[in-house]
């Protein structure tokens, strides 16, 4: 008679719970850390988008203005001038972003793709049990 410790088919069913929580307990760890650096990246992101706006407001606030001062005889036309300009470049940037959203892969890419490879190793030992040899 074999123990349970020995091996067997009776050791090899009480390890299966043990070896589902093991992997549990790893995939919720990536979770957790692909939760974690997804959030940083995005605060980190924003910060520069928001420092980045600040500065390019201000800095296009100041052209202005000098452009004004200079060329106070022509100040219908390049604030209209200035105007499309300004409209322009605020489409570009929506378009860049609206294209950059979109090719996101997923906040839970890591996590998905490595549970994918455990139904496909589970489902390839299940298969190979099934062999009849």
């Given at each position: 008679m074999r123990s349970a410790?020995?091996?067997?088919?009776?050791?090899?069913?009480?390890?299966?719970?043990?070896?589902?929580?093991?992997m549990a307990h790893t995939r919720l760890q990536l979770l957790g850390n692909e939760i974690l650096t997804e959030k940083h990246r995005a605060l980190r992101e924003l910060t520069l988008v928001?420092?980045?706006?600040?500065?390019?407001?201000?800095?296009?606030?100041?052209?202005?203005?000098?452009?004004i001062i200079l060329l106070w005889d022509q100040r219908v036309w390049l604030l209209s001038g200035l105007i499309v300009l300004f409209l322009g470049a605020a489409l570009t940037c929506?378009?860049?972003?609206r294209r950059s959203t979109r090719s996101f892969d997923g906040i839970f890419a890591g996590s998905l793709a490595e549970l994918q490879e455990d139904m496909r190793q589970l489902k390839a030992a299940s298969d190979h049990g099934k062999d009849p040899r």
């Open positions: 410790s020995g091996g067997g088919a009776f050791a090899a069913l009480k390890n299966i719970p043990t070896t589902l929580l093991a928001l420092a980045m706006v600040a500065c390019a407001g201000m800095g296009m606030l100041l052209v202005v203005g000098l452009a929506f378009a860049n972003l």
